[in-house]
Structure formats: C-alpha cells, structure tokens
C-alpha cells in the first residue's frame, strides 16, 4: 500500500511538470516570441531607413520629380486674338478754313495674334509664359487734314443735306459703331445724302444703300463762313457747371480768344491753341479743361519743367523729386502728328 501510494505521488508530479512546461511553452509563444518579431522588424525598418539617408545625397530627387512631372503634364498653350488700335496723325493745310477737319485715310483696326504656353508646379497651373506674337492684321492709321487759312469756316450739315467723302475710302456700317457690321465702301468725292445725325455719325443713303459713317470723314458742300465773335461772346459760352467729359462746343477762334492771356508770358497757350480744340474734336472731351490743367500744373507755362522739358502737365513728376522724376520732350507739339503723348 505505502509503495503503491509512492508511485501514485510520482505520476502525478510528474504530470505537474509537463503541465508546467506546456504552459510555459505556450506563454513563451504567446508574448516572449513575438516581442522578439517586432524587436527584428523594426530593426530591419531602421536598417532600411539608414541605408537610403546614406544613398540620398547620391541622388538628384529635384530631376528626378522634373522628369516625372514633365511625363505626367503634357505643354498646354493658349492663343488671344488681340486688336490693334490705329493711331491719327494730323497734317495741318493752308487751304482748309481754320476751325475744318477732314479725315482723308481712314483707321482700320488691326489683330494680333499672342501664344502663351502655361507653367506648372507640382501639377498646378501657375501662371503663362508670352512666347509669340503674330500681327494677322496690321492696323492703318488715320489720318486728317486740318485748316489752318486765315478764314474761319463753320459747317452747318442738316439732315437732308448732301456731303462729300473725304477720304480716300470710306466704310459705311450697319450700325454708328467702329467694330459693326460692313455694309459697303464709298470712295473720296462721293456724296451721300444725310438722313439721320447722333453723335459723331451721318445715316446716309447713296445710290440704293444706306448705313451709317463718321462725320469727319466727310464734308459739307457749301461752307458759311463764320462771323468773328469776340472774346466775350465766346467767354459767355463758359459755365463752372460745364460737364468736362463732353466737348465745349467752342469754335477754333474762341478757343484762340480763351487762352490768349497776359499771364501766357511764352506765348504757349494763345500759340498753340488750336491744339485744344482738335483734342476736342478727336477725343470728344473738353479742350479747356485740358487746357486748364496744363495751365495749373506749368503755370502757364513758366515752370522749369515746361521750360526746360518740354512738359506741359509734369507727367512723370513725383512730390519727392519733381524736375528730376519729370518727362523730357523735344518739343511742347508735335508740328505734324498729334496724339495725347505730344502734350504730356
């Protein structure tokens, strides 16, 4: 019995024991091996990560994303039609009555044709780069004839009243504007019958057309000629509440009577008065108040700037260094071209 009960105690501590081994086998498994996994991999990942920190510098990663994106964005480019503005030259005539003006070749508008090709950054349009211009059609400049005889005409056009074309050409349009419609082309000496007047265009009829051109381009058969007005008609013209984007409506000689002055020491003003008024008539504005500001900013012409630069409105001045920072012109007019340039 005692040696049975010996043996009975030896098998069950020996069935302790492998019990004892298996669950620290499956302990071991369960947490000591995989902290020694992730122990393994994560050294690897530092290996790695090392291995290409010390290969970097041997690599042009700026080329390398330069290549990929010019492989990934295909050269975009765009194309803008663009017109070009015709400029007006002036070309004065002894045999036109002061105060006439005649368009004899009329402007054209050109196009030019710009290419841009867009710029990227990492995919992004970032902005356009110019890189071509083609003029598709090359702008013709206007020109007009201005009077500068001793007599002073007045053109007193009506409707039902017949004109002659001054220009070479002449384009009739379907509606009073530059860019309308074509309808046909009258050639210089033409008369048309005026039909209807706004602003700066006759509704004419010709033969069996009818359409729109400038007034300028044409000119009134008979001319009155206009009775001298002093200085104070034309002085009673003036009005503080005049509207200064709108022509004054002064004729050439009053104008002269305006701007003739005792403080006009140089004689700018009353000498070149006639510049004015074509301002008026071209851009449709107020010659005296243009006049006017010249007048301000030179002191009548007396500043060192208009003096000595030729600059009239101190166009480039600035308050730190005027004189220095100002324009230089050769002359105050242009003898034969005129454009807002001419006076700055």
Request: glycine residues 6%; proline residues 1%; neutral net charge.
């Amino acid at each position: 019995m005692k040696s049975k009960d010996k043996k009975k105690s030896y098998k069950t501590l020996i069935f302790i024991f492998i019990s004892i081994l298996f669950i620290i086998f499956i302990i071991y498994n369960l947490y000591f091996q995989k902290n020694q996994s992730y122990a393994v991999s994560s050294d690897t990942k530092e290996k790695d990560i090392e291995q290409i920190i010390a290969t970097a510098d041997k690599v042009n990663i700026d080329y390398i994303i330069e290549q990929n994106l010019e492989q990934e964005v295909p050269e975009e480019y765009r194309q803008e039609e663009v017109v070009l503005e015709y400029l007006t030259e002036y070309v004065t005539n002894e045999e036109l009555a002061q105060g006439e003006s005649y368009v004899t070749q009329e402007g054209i508008k050109g196009t030019q044709k710009i290419t841009y090709k867009k710029i990227y950054e990492n995919g992004i349009v970032v902005g356009e780069e110019q890189i071509s211009v083609k003029v598709e059609k090359p702008a013709i400049k206007q020109i007009i004839e201005i009077g500068s005889g001793k007599k002073t005409a007045k053109k007193a056009v009506k409707v039902g009243d017949e004109v002659t074309v001054t220009s070479d050409e002449l384009t009739v349009k379907l509606e009073p504007d530059e860019d309308s419609k074509k309808v046909t082309m009258l050639k210089k000496n033409d008369k048309i019958k005026v039909l209807k007047i706004q602003g700066d265009w006759y509704y004419i009829t010709y033969k069996d057309i009818e359409g729109w051109v400038k007034k300028i381009a044409t000119k009134a058969i008979i001319l009155e000629e206009e009775n001298q007005s002093g200085k104070g008609g034309a002085i009673q013209k003036l009005d503080f509440n005049m509207q200064l984007n709108k022509p004054s409506g002064l004729s050439l000689e009053q104008f002269q009577k305006v701007l003739t002055d005792s403080k006009d020491k140089n004689k700018i003003f009353s000498e070149n008065a006639k510049y004015f008024y074509y301002i008026e008539q071209q851009y449709k504005i107020n010659g005296i108040f243009v006049a006017a500001i010249g007048i301000h900013e030179s002191g009548w012409g007396t500043s060192q700037i208009a003096k000595n630069k030729k600059n009239l409105f101190g166009y480039g001045a600035y308050d730190s260094n005027p004189y220095n920072g100002a324009y230089q012109f050769s002359r105050i007019f242009r003898k034969y071209r005129f454009n807002c340039e001419g006076i700055s």
